[in-house]
């Protein structure tokens, strides 16, 4: 069992930065490959991020791809998403997740574990 707290969500004005964290517990974690999701109000919940279990392989969804990154630290059970150069379309409670088997790391099917999600908000 995998239990996922995200924080660092806020306001923030467009063109800025947030770091996300998602501390996890359990011995295992650094088994898991970790992902972020987002869902903007109205939307389906959407892929943004994954790492795999070693942090040597991340992927990202093209929408941000080249102002996101994924990055993960084993010793503390915490996956981060630092965020550069918000946009308004960033806009969404973003959710971090936890699955053993990361074929489908794209995917919501793919995961496990849920966190309960932290809101970020991004002004014109």
């Known amino acids: 069992q995998v239990q996922l707290v995200e924080s660092g969500g806020g306001l923030v004005q467009a063109g800025g930065s947030l770091r996300l964290s998602c501390a996890a517990s359990g011995r295992t974690f650094s088994r898991y490959t970790m992902g972020w999701f987002r869902q903007a109000p109205g939307k389906e919940r959407e892929f943004v991020a994954a790492?795999?279990?070693?942090?040597?392989?991340?992927y990202y969804a093209d929408s941000v791809k080249g102002r996101f990154t994924i990055s993960r630290d084993n010793a503390k059970n915490t996956v981060y998403l630092q965020m550069n150069s918000l946009k308004p379309e960033d806009t969404a409670v973003y959710y971090c997740?936890?699955?053993?088997?990361?074929?489908?790391?794209?995917?919501?099917?793919?995961?496990?574990?849920w966190g309960q999600g932290t809101l970020v908000t991004v002004s014109s």
């Open positions: 790492i795999s279990w070693s942090g040597g392989r991340t």
């Open positions: 997740a936890a699955t053993y088997y990361g074929a489908n790391y794209y995917s919501i099917r793919g995961y496990d574990y």
